[in-house]
Nanobody, 121 residues
Framework: QVQLVESGGGLVQPGGSLRLSCAAS????????MGWYRQAPGKQRELVAR???????SYTDSMKGRFTISRGKAKNTVDLQMNSLKPEDTAVYYC???????????????WGQGTRVTVSS
């Protein structure tokens, strides 16, 4: 089994910053990619940013320039630095990972439980 645990959410004023972290643990052989998604109330879950094992990153257009995804200092971790936050960034942010648990089988996609980010004055 693999667990993804997010941290770093909270309440922040518009224009402020937050840094989210996600740590993957369990039966991990390797991780192909990790990413962040978010789901605002009444809306579908959407991609925020993703980073591959090779370090390639991708972002949803509305977050480019404000959010930065990076590998954490510890193995199997990923961070999301969020700057210039807006009220519309309010959502539950979910960590996601494509995990290989055994080199003989394809990767499995895992989700964390989510961490809530509220941008409000």
């Amino acid at each position: 089994q693999v667990q993804l645990v997010e941290s770093g959410g909270g309440l922040v004023q518009p224009g402020g910053s937050l840094r989210l972290s996600c740590a993957a643990s369990g039966s991990i052989f390797s991780i192909n990619a990790m990413g962040w998604y978010r789901q605002a109330p009444g809306k579908q879950r959407e991609l925020v940013a993703r980073i591959t094992r090779g370090g390639d990153t991708s972002y949803t257009d509305s977050m480019k320039g404000r959010f930065t995804i990076s590998r954490g200092k510890a193995k199997n971790t990923v961070d999301l630095q969020m700057n210039s936050l807006k009220p519309e960034d309010t959502a539950v942010y979910y960590c996601n990972a494509d995990v290989v648990t055994d080199w003989r089988i394809p990767f499995i996609n895992y989700w964390g439980q989510g961490t809530r980010v509220t941008v409000s004055s």
